[in-house]
């Protein structure tokens, strides 16, 4: 049973520039929720998709934007990047109704330079 | 809003010793998850242990346990029988039950780091 996957697992980009990170849930999880931690930190939550819709959002700007798939996969977009966007992205499933705790994913490195 | 706050940000254990990590938590809600995650350098965040607030009796797992203390907003967690495999950092996460459409979002503290030495 595949777990949470994300793509890349690093990635370099300069300050000014978008990047777009992937996630492929669970199987059988309907729910993704993005976390940026930074080093030394615990994770932060950025925001939740369901249904293809967000559905909670945490203290974070518009830079931030994301999307969910009839297949239940999620994109994170961060726009005109900023050195403190440089982070660990962790990617987070589960299905609503569950109660339970959620599945993560390995993470995306991103480098801001 | 819901904090979590980890007051120890490093922690030691001889191997096969016990160790309690520590964590305390703030929310107004009375009905609500406690987690410990355990993220090795693989950067994967694990689950541990899962506490229900509503439940009185302490969640335990093989070789981990925790002690709940509601009205403290207390909630450690406890490894016996320490393992090399067990060296991670180790997250307190709080979750707020789900509302409709929405799933309960989580909140973490800074994380301990756990040395295991042999």
Redesign the interface.
């Known amino acids: 049973d595949a777990g949470v996957t994300q793509s890349p697992t690093h990635l370099i980009k300069t300050r000014g520039q978008q990047v777009t990170l992937r996630c492929s849930p669970k199987s059988g999880h309907d729910t993704v929720s993005w976390y940026q931690q930074a080093l030394g930190q615990g994770p932060q939550f950025i925001f939740q998709y369901y249904e293809e819709e967000e559905r909670q959002r945490g203290n974070f700007p518009d830079r931030f934007s994301g999307h969910q798939f009839p297949n239940y996969s999620s994109e994170l977009n961060v726009n005109a990047l900023l050195l403190g966007d440089s982070a660990l992205y962790l990617c987070a499933s589960s299905f609503l109704g569950a109660g339970s705790g959620y599945t993560f994913g390995s993470g995306t490195r991103l480098t801001v330079v | 809003a819901q904090t ?1 706050t980890q007051s120890q940000p490093e922690m030691s254990v001889q191997e096969a010793e016990t160790v309690t990590l520590s964590c305390t938590y703030d929310t107004s809600e009375s009905d609500y ?1 406690l ?1 410990w ?1 355990k993220q090795p350098p ?6 541990v242990i ?1 506490q ?1 607030a509503y439940k009185q009796q302490n969640a335990t797992e093989n070789r981990f346990s925790v002690n709940f203390q509601k009205a403290a907003k207390s909630f450690s967690l406890k490894i016996s029988d320490s393992q090399l495999g067990d060296a991670a950092m180790y ?1 307190c ?1 709080y ?1 707020n ?2 509302r409709g ?3 309960g ?7 301990t780091q756990l040395t295991v030495w042999p």
């Open positions: 979590v998850y987690f995650y693989s950067r994967q965040m694990i689950l899962r229900e997250f996460a979750r039950r789900d459409s929405t799933l979002r989580l909140y973490f503290g800074r994380g």
